[in-house]
């Protein structure tokens, strides 16, 4: 089977190695945005295109003649659209799916290859772990044993937009207003690789939060 692999993030970088040393088809790596090429693709004629992690828009002629999978961190059809772990943490979601599914011209909106159970807790390098773990091995079980894609549930769909970095600032009225678990999630889920939380201080100064924990009062 011939596989072409496209990402640039380090956790769907492994688990594209990770299906190249360990399992024996043909791959194409394309591992960075300046890497794609849409016409090294269609050359190479694969079985599946894994767009693991990709925010680019796809062309159209890549979906219409390849069987292209995107995963997607939730429990597909809910939390379609960008930035998916954030707008579940935020809202205090813990349990959540890793989804694999083939896309078509919509925003998440494919039929469903694989999904498994994430789990949300801890930081977001241990979350990010595994969706790495999780999205190889329900990998693995699609390129040896086939597929048979299950249509979402459209009428459960929700569609949240990707976040941007000046939401990623703590205001003085979610100090005031949030609770501490809001606000802890809020720092967890916004460490590396994405725009880290902060404070603007009265000298309009950043103060950037790396870690956080709470107590209970006493």
């Keep these: 089977m011939r596989i072409a692999c496209v990402g640039y993030r380090d956790w769907s970088i492994n688990i594209y190695k990770n299906l190249q040393m360990n399992t024996d088809h ?13 016409n ?3 050359e190479f004629d694969p079985d599946f295109v894994l767009f ?16 292209c999978l995107m995963l997607h961190p939730s429990p597909l059809p809910k939390y ?4 998916p772990l954030q707008n579940q943490i ?4 813990l349990d959540s799916a890793v989804s ?27 979350i990010f772990s595994r969706i790495e773990l999780i999205g190889y091995e329900l990998t693995k079980e699609i390129l040896s044993d086939g597929v048979q894609f299950v249509v979402q549930k459209h009428e459960q769909a929700t569609l949240f937009n990707r976040r941007k970095p ?4 703590i205001t ?27 404070i603007t201080t009265c000298n309009k100064t950043r103060l950037y939060i790396h870690e956080v924990s709470t107590t209970e009062k006493d």
Aim: charged share 30%; proline share 4%.
């Design 26 to 38: 043909q791959f194409l790596m394309q591992l960075s945005k300046e890497d794609f090429s849409k």
């Design 40 to 42: 090294e693709i269609e």
């Design 52 to 67: 693991y992690g990709w925010s680019d828009i796809i062309s159209s002629n890549l979906i219409d003649n390849f069987q």
């Design 80 to 83: 379609r659209g960008g930035s």
């Design 90 to 93: 935020i809202r205090g979601e």
């Design 100 to 126: 694999i599914f083939l896309m078509d011209d919509g925003i998440d909106t494919g039929p469903i290859a694989k999904q498994a159970y994430l789990s949300l807790k801890g930081s977001i390098e241990e």
């Design 166 to 169: 000046h939401e990623s600032e």
């Design 172 to 198: 003085l009225d979610e100090l005031q207003s949030k609770s501490a678990e809001y606000l802890e999630n809020k720092i967890r889920m916004l460490q590396g690789p994405y725009p880290k939380p902060y």
